[in-house]
C-alpha cells in the first residue's frame, strides 16, 4: 500500500476532525457520541484501505439497490447486517452474559407479531411440508424456578426451505404461540429444522457469490421467549449433526444452542398420542434459562 506522506495525512485527519465536531452541538450525548464514534470508524476505514472513487460509487450504488429490494416482506438491510456478524455483534453486545441463562442469536427477517395461538401441544406446523418434530421444555430462570405464562413465539422455514411469508398467498404457517404451564414446562408438534439459503437473488447474494461464501443457513427452529421482570430471549436451536454448523451465513450458531433431533421411527408411539399417519417423526428438548430483566 502507498504510504501517506505527513501532509497528506494532516489534510485527512483535519477533515475527520471537522466532521466530529458538526455533531458536537447535539443536545442528545448518546446521539452525539454515536456520530463522533461512527464518523471516526468510518474515515479510518476509508484511509486504511485508500478508498477509490469508483469502489466509493460501486458501494453506494449497491446500497441503493439494497433499499430498492427492500419492502415490507424482505428487509435486505437485515440481510446484510447479518452477513458481516453486524446483527450478532449486536445481539452479543446487548445480551451480557449472565452464567446459566440460555443464550441469544439473531432475530432474522421473518418473524411476525400476529403469529396464531396454540395450546400446549398443539402443531404449529399449519399444514406446512415436513417431517413431524415434537419440542418439548422448560423455562425456568437462572436459579431453576419455573417461569409459568412465559410466552413463547416460535417460528421456522417448511422443507422446501421457505417461511410462510415468502410465498405470495398470504399463508400462515410452521409459526405460533404458547404459554408454559404452571410448572413451566411447554410442548407442540412443529417441523424438524432443513437447512435452507437465505435470499440471494439480490445484491447481497451476489455479493456473498463475489466472495465464495454460500447463503446457506443451518437447519434451526426460531424462539422468542418473554415473561415478567426477565430478559426476552431471541435464540434458535440446531440439529446436531448439521455439515453446516461451523459455516452459517449469519454466524448465529453457538455450541449450547446445538441440540439433539433424535429420529423417530413411524412405528414409534408419539408423546401424546396423536395418529401422524405413519411416517417417521423427530423429538427434541429445549431447556430455557430466562435472564432476569437488566
Given amino acids: 500500500m502507498t504510504a501517506v506522506h505527513d501532509e497528506q495525512s494532516s489534510r485527512e485527519r483535519e477533515l475527520t476532525d471537522k466532521v466530529v465536531a458538526?455533531?458536537?452541538?447535539?443536545?442528545?450525548?448518546?446521539?452525539?457520541?454515536v456520530l463522533g464514534s461512527l464518523t471516526e470508524h468510518l474515515h479510518a476505514f476509508i484511509r486504511d484501505v485508500r478508498l477509490t472513487q469508483e469502489e466509493w460509487n460501486t458501494a453506494i450504488e449497491f446500497l441503493t439497490e439494497v433499499g430498492h429490494i427492500t419492502d415490507d416482506k424482505r428487509q435486505e438491510f437485515?440481510?446484510?447486517?447479518?452477513?458481516?456478524?453486524?446483527?450478532?455483534?449486536?445481539?452479543?453486545?446487548?445480551n451480557e452474559a449472565i452464567a446459566g441463562e440460555t443464550e441469544s442469536t439473531v432475530f432474522g427477517p421473518f418473524f411476525v407479531d400476529d403469529a396464531p395461538a396454540v395450546p400446549l401441544g398443539g402443531d404449529i406446523s399449519g399444514g406446512a411440508p415436513g417431517q413431524p418434530c415434537w419440542v418439548e421444555g422448560s423455562v425456568t430462570d437462572v436459579d431453576g424456578n419455573p417461569i409459568p405464562?412465559?410466552?413463547?413465539?416460535?417460528?421456522?422455514?417448511?422443507?422446501d426451505g421457505f417461511y410462510d411469508v415468502q410465498y405470495p398467498d398470504g399463508r400462515v404457517a410452521a409459526r405460533g404461540h404458547l404459554f408454559s404451564d404452571e410448572a413451566g414446562r411447554f410442548r407442540f408438534?412443529?417441523?424438524?429444522?432443513?437447512?435452507?439459503?437465505?435470499?440471494?437473488?439480490?445484491?447481497?447474494?451476489?455479493?456473498?457469490?463475489?466472495?465464495?461464501?454460500?447463503?446457506?443457513r443451518a437447519s434451526h427452529l426460531h424462539f422468542m421467549v418473554a415473561a415478567a421482570d426477565k430478559r426476552t430471549l431471541i435464540t434458535h436451536i440446531f440439529v446436531r449433526?448439521?455439515?453446516?454448523?461451523?459455516?452459517?451465513?449469519?454466524?448465529?450458531?453457538?455450541?449450547?444452542?446445538?441440540?439433539?433431533?433424535?429420529?423417530?421411527?413411524?412405528?414409534?408411539?408419539?408423546?401424546?398420542g396423536r395418529d401422524i399417519g405413519g411416517r417417521e417423526w423427530s423429538r427434541v428438548r429445549f431447556d430455557i434459562v430466562l435472564a432476569p430483566a437488566q
Fill in 78 to 94: 437485515i440481510l446484510l447486517s447479518d452477513v458481516f456478524g453486524a446483527s450478532m455483534q449486536t445481539v452479543t453486545v446487548n
Fill in 22 to 33: 458538526s455533531f458536537a452541538g447535539a443536545p442528545d450525548p448518546r446521539l452525539r457520541h
Fill in 241 to 272: 449433526g448439521d455439515e453446516l454448523l461451523d459455516r452459517d451465513s449469519v454466524f448465529g450458531v453457538k455450541d449450547s444452542l446445538v441440540k439433539d433431533f433424535v429420529e423417530q421411527p413411524s412405528d414409534t408411539p408419539t408423546p401424546d
Fill in 149 to 159: 405464562n412465559a410466552r413463547i413465539d416460535v417460528w421456522e422455514a417448511d422443507d
Fill in 189 to 216: 408438534w412443529g417441523l424438524t429444522p432443513t437447512p435452507y439459503p437465505i435470499p440471494f437473488d439480490g445484491p447481497v447474494g451476489r455479493m456473498l457469490d463475489a466472495v465464495g461464501r454460500s447463503p446457506m
